[in-house]
């Protein structure tokens, strides 16, 4: 099975960068698909980025388009979401998460394609 923690959330002031881990165990990914999810208080969760680990293809939700990077590193068993340029709406809890690679329009923008959760790590922007 596969298993995942995030880890480098914080505090950062609005403009600031923070880069988030996921760390991947358990069997080797194929043909998977690795998603950066954020749920703030009182709202649903929300879509942030996927990439497809046996490919590379990447996905971006508006909100963090031309902000955002999704990447991962094979050797590491990484994944990361770069965050720059920093937001104070982008205060949430980022959880990564994983699931099999499907087809459709957008749909690896929804929680409920995804399977295996991580724990969540805390980001809070202040202005």
């Known amino acids: 099975q596969v298993q995942l923690v995030e880890s480098g959330g914080g505090l950062v002031q609005a403009g600031g960068s923070l880069r988030l881990s996921c760390a991947v165990s358990?069997?080797?990914?194929?043909?998977?698909?690795m998603g950066w999810f954020r749920q703030a208080p009182g709202k649903e969760r929300e879509f942030v980025a996927t990439i497809i680990w046996n490919g590379g293809s990447t996905y971006y939700a508006d909100s963090g388009k031309g902000r955002f990077t999704i990447s991962k590193d094979n050797g590491k068993n990484l994944m990361y979401l770069q965050m720059n340029s920093l937001k104070p709406e982008d205060t949430a809890v980022y959880y990564c998460?994983?699931?099999?690679?499907?087809?459709?329009?957008?749909?690896?923008?929804?929680?409920?394609?995804?399977?295996?959760w991580g724990q969540g790590t805390q980001v809070t922007v202040s202005s």
């Open positions: 358990g069997r080797t990914l194929s043909r998977q698909a």
């Open positions: 998460a994983a699931g099999n690679q499907r087809y459709g329009i957008s749909w690896y923008s929804r929680p409920g394609m995804y399977d295996v």
